[in-house]
């Protein structure tokens, strides 16, 4: 029953479903040792404020893309001056080639991304 209770009701499922559902999670259980009795010693979580985070300036991102513009036309050349911290060639790598991109394009898409993964 309290596995039952614990566990969301998904929309649709038939009674025979949500069996299957409960049978699989106590072989999970089983299988890491945990019983049902130590479900209710697991506190739970609290809920956290969000990090503030800075925003990056247009003239900061501006500068991204003319460092990441330089690499691209001298890539091979320079790269640990020109690409110290290795996140173009890392992006560079990763990311899919369009078909007539040119370096500007490509290094705008490397900028685009980087400043995705610092927001």
Known sequence: RKLDAMMPVKR??????RARDIEGA?????????GADDVDAIPGFDA???????????????????????WMRNK????????PTGEF???D?????????????RAR???SALDWMRS
């Open 12 to 17: 649709g499922q038939s009674a025979e479903d």
């Open 26 to 34: 106590l072989d999970w259980m089983r299988s890491k040792g945990v």
């Open 48 to 70: 956290i404020g969000s990090v503030p985070m800075s925003r990056r300036t247009p003239e900061q991102r501006s500068k991204d893309m003319e460092d990441a513009l330089n």
């Open 76 to 83: 091979g050349k320079n790269d640990d001056l020109l690409d």
């Open 89 to 91: 060639r890392k992006l």
């Open 93 to 105: 790598a990763m990311m899919p080639i369009k078909r007539g991109q040119s370096a500007e394009d």
């Open 109 to 111: 898409d490397i900028e």
